[in-house]
């Protein structure tokens, strides 16, 4: 008896559905990703929700536009820098500052936020400059007052270093070099911006 050339086709598992912060997380995630292949211009709801595997309206339902994600998205996403170096001495803390900045800022959730602050228009950027601000330069500013602090009680630095003209230096020059030159700092730069500009300012 001649059996058949065709076989059944194995059933195919379905894949379980994705709820709440399960859910979330992809989106979120997609979104990030979306930005770093796509950019700010390129970006959209249906896109984000494709890439999620889900759909257009579980987007919509958490986000109501596309600023509303992303913002959200760089937020959760941005690395914490919120522990302070303890290497010792003021300059060997600030330079370990320096390259920590850097990995939050050429993250993929940094990479998006640079992308989104390049490529939107001036209304829309406004939306993000409290992300960088609360994401990376207030925490910036608060490791750095705090390496400066420990270096006036161990005698390195002068009374009245932790002003706050000083304590930007260094956040200011990174975001000038990420924002208006659209380069990386390497760690012989960062070594000559703590070399020639911050260990004068707080010498003793």
Not at 14 to 42: D, H
Not at 130 to 153: A, F, M, Q, T, Y
Request: aromatic share 6%; glycine share 8%; with cysteine.
């Amino acid at each position: 008896m001649a059996t058949s050339r065709w076989t059944a086709a194995p059933a195919r598992a379905a894949s379980p559905r994705r709820r709440g912060p399960v859910l979330e997380q992809a989106i979120l995630e997609a979104a990030l990703e979306q930005l770093s292949t796509v950019g700010w211009s390129g970006l959209t709801m249906e896109g984000v929700a494709t890439a999620a595997q889900t759909g257009k309206a579980a987007v919509y339902r958490r986000w109501p536009s596309k600023e509303d994600l992303v913002v959200h998205a760089l937020r959760v996403g941005l690395p914490r820098l919120d522990e302070v170096p303890g290497l010792g001495s003021v300059r060997e803390d600030l330079l370990e500052l320096c390259k920590r900045i850097r990995d939050a800022m050429y993250s993929r959730p940094g990479f998006a936020l640079r992308a989104v602050l390049h490529e939107c228009d001036t209304v829309t950027a406004e939306r993000f400059h409290d992300v960088i601000s609360e994401g990376v330069v207030n925490p910036s500013v608060r490791l750095i007052k705090e390496v400066i602090r420990r270096g006036i009680e161990r005698g390195e630095v002068r009374s009245g270093g932790t002003d706050d003209y000083v304590c930007d230096v260094i956040p200011a020059m990174l975001m000038y070099r990420s924002k208006v030159c659209g380069s990386e700092w390497t760690d012989e730069e960062f070594e000559g911006l703590i070399d020639q500009v911050m260990v004068p300012l707080l010498r003793r």
